[in-house]
Antibody, heavy 116, light 110 residues
Framework: QVQLQESGPGLVKPAETLSLTCTVS????????WTWIRQPAGKGLEWIGR???????NSNPSLKSRVTMSLDTSKNQFSLRLRSVTAADTAVYYC??????????WGQGTLVTVSS | QSVLTQPPSVSGAPRQRVTISCSGS????????VNWYQQLPGKAPKLLIK???LLPSGVSDRFSGSKSGTSASLAISGLQSEDEADYYC???????????FGGGTKLTVL
């Protein structure tokens, strides 16, 4: 059974960098695309970006200048860094597997609050 | 402002059938497959429909999907209280080169 688990600080100060890691079990991250999604409280889903083992990445144009994503195949993990955060970046952040037919496995989500 | 357009809410009585619409454009729904996700309160989204109308393993056949042109629909028959959730449509957008979502539709079972 494929499982994903997000981890990282729940509180980030404005203008600093949000860093999250997603640990994957039950599947190798050497296959498939791996994706980050976020959801502000009471609002809809926003795709942040995805990455593949080859290093290929796609990012939401609205966030692209602030987003870095990376893979650590030795730990079966992938990571997100979002720079220069503001209160508008406060959201539940999800990691998910992009099985090409859809986002078929999701983490439980982690709340990140941007506040001083 | 979401790229895909869904009604904010729908409702229906137990055992009834409801549909949720999703409208897009030629760069997303008109070109690529539509997926639907169900998000129960306080939970992560779950893939409900893939490739426009296919049910992933374990999903009840009370759910069905369809697509025509740049619009798609999700139908839920035999409504049950446990179907109360938010439903999102999604498609790959060729212009944005990324996944786009609808704003979500809240289903209330009366």
């Amino acid at each position: 059974q494929v499982q994903l688990q997000e981890s990282g600080p729940g509180l980030v100060k404005p203008a600093e960098t949000l860093s999250l890691t997603c640990t994957v079990s039950g599947a190798s991250i050497s296959h498939y695309y791996w994706t980050w999604i976020r959801q502000p409280a009471g609002k809809g889903l926003e795709w942040i970006g995805r990455l593949y083992t080859s290093g290929e990445t796609n990012s939401n144009p609205s966030l692209k200048s602030r987003v870095t994503m990376s893979l650590d195949t030795s730990k079966n993990q992938f990571s997100l860094r979002l720079r220069s955060v503001t209160a508008a970046d406060t959201a539940v952040y999800y990691c998910a597997r992009d099985g090409m037919s859809g986002l078929d496995y999701w983490g439980q989500g982690t709340l990140v609050t941007v506040s001083s | 402002q979401s790229v895909l357009t869904q009604p904010p809410s729908v409702s229906g009585a137990p055992r009834q059938r409801v549909t949720i619409s999703c409208s897009g454009s030629s760069s997303n729904i008109g070109k690529n497959a539509v997926n639907w996700y169900q998000q129960l309160p306080g939970k992560a989204p779950k893939l409900l429909i893939k490739y426009d109308d296919l049910l992933p393993s374990g999903v009840s056949d009370r759910f069905s999907g369809s697509k025509s042109g740049t619009s798609a629909s999700l139908a839920i028959s035999g409504l049950q209280s446990e179907d109360e959730a938010d439903y999102y449509c999604a498609a790959w957008d060729a212009s944005l080169d990324g996944w786009v979502f609808g704003g979500g539709t809240k289903l209330t079972v009366l």
